[in-house]
């Protein structure tokens, strides 16, 4: 009998714990202003507008409503994925005013976001549904005019990553996007046909061809650099200084010289040299007459 009781217990409280109490967020949501939504709970609406044109609507063509799950059970169909929505496209015609039922079957958080929007209309050009599950919270908004095709994502650190993004075309759309789940070919493609054995071979077997590879040669074709020393440098860099002043001093000479005799100039020169040695001598006397009259003086305590 007690062990008939404790079996019809235990089913009942793990019936408890299995059944997934979904928690409804659209009630409980307040308002913060253009377009935001926000609760206590985690749960958030951005970007929602149910009554404004977009440029290029003159009314709205047609009303629609969808339901989109997002969990780990849904990526078990696209092999190497981990989270996905249960949809990964969508169309619909321009001007669409589009509610979005967003249900969250994990136990973490996931986002239902859309990128692209017009941001005269909408605010950073998206539109955005967050809820930490298990969950749902609704949002609506009104599709812009121009056919294109919108990126639908969650941002959380690698969801999308891991398979939890989506294609919705407006109109005709303006082509697919890449590595869409179901839809279009991974950018890059995992490889599922190789076992670990083979690839541990794969890279040991290049390391050996690393190893073993022979050494580089240098070319000896290559014209050998030549090396400047740093007296190469001093003797150019004097002889650009002497040839500057060199024209430089032509050019004075040019116009001082002009309409002089041969012996004139010289005497010029002459009498410029005696000023510049007189001029010389003038200001280095007076520190020679000081250097060895300091010399010529008794020392303090000398016997002398």
Not at 30 to 44: K, R, S, T
Not at 190 to 198: G, V
Not at 215 to 239: E, H, I, L, M
Request: net charge neutral; aromatic share 8%; glycine share 8%.
């Amino acid at each position: 009998m007690n062990r008939a009781l404790s079996i019809v217990v235990m089913v009942l409280f793990s019936g408890a714990v299995m059944a997934i109490d979904y928690q409804d967020h659209d009630g409980m949501l307040m308002n913060h202003g253009d377009g935001h939504l926000m609760d206590m709970a985690g749960g958030m609406v951005m970007g929602q507008n149910a009554e404004v044109l977009p440029g290029g609507c003159e009314r709205i063509s047609e009303t629609k409503e969808i339901t989109v799950h997002a969990g780990h059970k849904y990526a078990e169909k696209f092999p190497g994925r981990m989270f996905a929505f249960d949809t990964q496209e969508f169309q619909f015609k321009p001007c669409t005013k589009l509610t979005v039922h967003f249900v969250n079957d994990d136990t973490i958080r996931h986002q239902w976001m859309m990128h692209g929007l017009p941001k005269y209309l909408y605010p950073k050009g998206m539109f955005h549904l967050e809820i930490s599950g298990p969950a749902k919270i609704t949002g609506t908004l009104i599709l812009p005019a121009d056919d294109k095709t919108y990126l639908v994502h969650c941002d959380i650190a690698q969801h999308m990553e891991k398979g939890m993004k989506a294609q919705l075309k407006v109109g005709k759309g303006d082509g697919d996007l890449p590595s869409i789940p179901g839809v279009t070919a991974l950018t890059n493609a995992d490889n599922y046909t190789i076992t670990l054995p083979d690839l541990l071979k794969a890279a040991e077997t290049e390391e050996i061809n690393l190893r073993n590879a022979p050494p580089v040669v240098a070319n000896s074709s290559v014209a050998p650099v030549k090396v400047v020393s740093a007296a190469d440098s001093f003797v150019s860099g004097t002889t650009v200084i002497g040839l500057a002043l060199g024209l430089i001093l032509a050019a004075f000479a040019s116009n001082k010289f002009k309409g002089m005799s041969i012996s004139e100039s010289i005497a010029y020169l002459f009498e410029q040299l005696r000023l510049g040695i007189d001029t010389l001598t003038t200001l280095v006397l007076p520190f020679i007459k000081k250097y060895f009259s300091s010399k010529s003086k008794t020392l303090p305590g000398s016997n002398s």
